[in-house]
């Protein structure tokens, strides 16, 4: 039977999706190998330290792949990290053709096609290079703008309220889709939240192991004096690391049992922590995906500095009332800069989640 380029590459994506929840701080990544003897083999990147789609692929072949033809979803890697360089694994194994999606936006992986081209390997790239861009989107954005591509999920009422009162914790979401959010965050470098939304909502931020490694937990306690000792994300149920962002060094910020916990202090700014410098410590982390389940203090202040890439906005079916709180909280001059900062979005996708809406929004500027 025959394939054409796009046919296979098509199936290399789908391969791809099928790794989305253990890569880590890696893309998601699938390949396809047509062996010498007509037969194909797939592979993807199925976890963190492990071998790349590629060499899956080719190990999946076994001598079928020399002579072959590779197809992956993006440039093989060309740099010694976690594992060796894909492009020189598939010189090795002979193969005579690779078809790429697109290049690595990432400048330390790239160089894979040139060294392949050098080995005299024909190299096409470009194709689905629409759907591989849409595919690699907070990539692209990420390594351009060099700072995490930033998610921001936000569970609203039907009048657009993220809390039903002040000062209590509130369950918003239904049961599908609170399961959504917690595959979700097991794709993300990292899970960001307001000290705020810590104090009052006490969340665990825990993903089921079988789902994944567990996020960081990024907190942005400003001028919050939480009290660690008795908040579920200190209390060491959870597998992943916790860092406590602070501008203020007076208060103890000691967690015994929680793994991998860290303190760290970010320069002071009107709104208490700095969400800019508390970003760019995360990306020089190699965090590269950043997810905000913010309160509204800090989903105003993510908005207005025009630091989202992209809005997750669940919405339910239920009313929250008069006392709810909203992003603006009854100030004008706030609902006035989010709507406006709203506009700079583009819709891009809906989906039922039982009794909830899923819209993803992206900013027009990064897409």
């Given at each position: 039977m025959r394939y054409n380029d796009e046919t296979l590459m098509r199936r290399a994506f789908v391969l791809a999706r099928g790794g989305y929840s253990f890569v880590g701080h890696n893309p998601q990544v699938g390949a396809i190998v047509v062996?010498?003897?007509?037969?194909?083999?797939?592979?993807?990147?199925?976890?963190?330290?492990?071998?790349h789609a590629e060499v899956n692929a080719i190990r999946a072949a076994g001598s079928a792949a020399s002579g072959g033809d590779l197809y992956?979803?993006?440039?093989?890697?060309?740099?010694?990290?976690?594992?060796?360089?894909?492009?020189?694994?598939?010189?090795?194994?002979?193969?005579?053709?690779?078809?790429?999606?697109?290049?690595?936006p990432n400048p330390q992986a790239?160089?894979?096609?040139?060294?392949?081209?050098?080995?005299?390997?024909?190299?096409?790239?470009?194709?689905?290079?629409?759907?591989?861009?849409?595919?690699?989107?907070?990539?692209?954005?990420?390594?351009?703008?060099k700072r995490p591509y930033l998610v921001l999920k936000l569970a609203l009422t039907l009048d657009g309220c993220l809390a039903r009162?002040?000062?209590?914790?509130?369950?918003?979401?239904?049961?599908?889709?609170?399961?959504?959010?917690?595959?979700?965050?097991a794709q993300m470098g990292a899970v960001l939240l307001g000290g705020r939304t810590v104090?009052?909502?006490?969340?665990?931020?825990?993903?089921?192991?079988?789902?994944?490694?567990?996020?960081?937990?990024?907190?942005?306690?400003?001028g919050n004096r939480l009290d660690l000792a008795n908040l579920q994300i200190f209390s060491g149920a959870r597998r992943g690391p916790v860092r406590l962002y602070t501008v203020?060094?007076?208060?103890?910020?000691?967690?015994?049992?929680?793994?991998?916990?860290?303190?760290?202090?970010?320069?002071?700014?009107?709104?208490?922590?700095?969400i800019v410098a508390l970003l760019d410590d995360l990306?020089?982390?190699?965090?590269?995906?950043?997810?905000?389940?913010?309160?509204?203090?800090?989903a105003l202040s993510l908005l207005q500095r025009g630091l989202v890439d992209e809005l997750l906005i669940l919405s339910c079916t239920s009313i929250a009332g008069k006392d709810a709180v909203g992003l603006g909280d009854g100030d004008a001059e706030s609902l006035a800069g989010v709507n406006l900062e709203?506009?700079?979005?583009?819709?891009?996708?809906?989906?039922?989640?039982?009794?909830?809406?899923?819209n993803i929004w992206r900013r027009i500027e990064s897409v």
């Open positions: 062996g010498n003897n007509g037969r194909l083999y797939g592979g993807a990147h199925q976890r963190f330290g492990e071998a992956v979803t993006l440039e093989p890697c060309n740099h010694w990290g976690k594992t060796p360089p894909c492009s020189h694994f598939i010189a090795e194994a002979g193969i005579k053709r690779v078809v790429v999606a697109m290049r690595d790239g160089g894979g096609i040139e060294f392949l081209r050098e080995q005299g390997i024909s190299v096409i790239e470009g194709v689905l290079a629409v759907e591989a861009r849409n595919f690699y989107h907070p990539w692209v954005v990420s390594f351009s703008q009162e002040h000062g209590q914790r509130s369950s918003i979401s239904g049961p599908v889709a609170k399961a959504w959010v917690q595959r979700l965050r104090e009052v909502d006490d969340p665990l931020i825990a993903v089921p192991e079988v789902l994944g490694p567990e996020p960081l937990v990024a907190i942005a306690a400003g203020d060094g007076s208060f103890d910020a000691s967690a015994d049992g929680v793994k991998h916990f860290e303190r760290r202090l970010v320069e002071a700014c009107a709104d208490g922590c700095s990306y020089n982390s190699n965090i590269r995906l950043v997810m905000a389940e913010a309160g509204p203090k800090l709203l506009k700079r979005f583009r819709p891009c996708g809906a989906r039922v989640m039982g009794r909830d809406i899923l």
